[in-house]
Structure formats: C-alpha cells, structure tokens
C-alpha cells in the first residue's frame, strides 16, 4: 500500500508559476514510476508527465514540454512538478499516481493521490 497527498495547488495568473508536491509514504516510494494527472472540468483525466523509479529518463505530454518539469527525491519519499508559464488551459486538479509499469495511461496506475486544484486566471 502506498498513500499519497498532493500539495501546491491554487490561484495563480497566466504566465505564472506553480510546484506542485506529491508525499508518498507506505511501501517503496523507489519502487515505483511517478506520474501526475489531470483533469479538468468536463474532460477526460489525461496524462501530463512521468519519472522513472530512478529519476531519468522522463516524459511529457506536447502541451507542457518546455514549462513542466517532473522531478523526485526517493530518500525524501518525494516527487515535484514544477510548472511554468502556465496558461488558463493548464486549470484542472492535478493527481499524482505510481505505478510498477512505465506508462502514461491511467489504467495502469496502482496508487493515487485525490488530487490538487491549480487554477490559472488569464
């Protein structure tokens, strides 16, 4: 069983800057693959960036390569996303999920977090 709390979300303006946190605790944090989720009013939960267990390589969805940034620090029990010049289109609650398999797809992810709300106003 691993249990994570997502941190960092809220009301910023575009152009503006967020860190998201995920806390996992329970079994080995380094164990797992790291990936954040989101989901905005109305649409589907989509994938938006994954770490491997070691840290590298890591992968984005199109339409924040070059803003969002994913990092972690297993001794921490810690993953980060780090987003920059957000965009209204980036409102949505973000998850943050782990998971055995290096996936993007949801279906795929053995825990969750219930998630963080990032608002960007234009």
């Known amino acids: 069983q691993v249990s994570l709390v997502e941190s960092g979300g809220g009301l910023v303006q575009a152009g503006g800057s967020l860190r998201l946190s995920c806390a996992a605790s329970g079994r080995s944090f380094s164990s797992f693959a790291m990936v954040w989720f989101r989901q905005a009013p109305g649409k589907e939960r989509e994938f938006v960036a994954a770490i491997t267990s070691s840290g590298s390589p890591t992968t984005y969805t199109t339409s924040v390569k070059g803003r969002f940034t994913i990092s972690r620090d297993n001794a921490k029990n810690t993953a980060w996303l780090q987003m920059n010049s957000l965009k209204p289109e980036d409102t949505a609650v973000y998850y943050c999920?782990?998971?055995?398999?290096?996936?993007?797809?949801?279906?795929?992810?053995?825990?969750w977090g219930k998630g963080t709300l990032v608002t960007v106003s234009s």
């Open positions: 999920a782990v998971s055995i398999l290096w996936s993007r797809s949801a279906s795929a992810m053995n825990y």
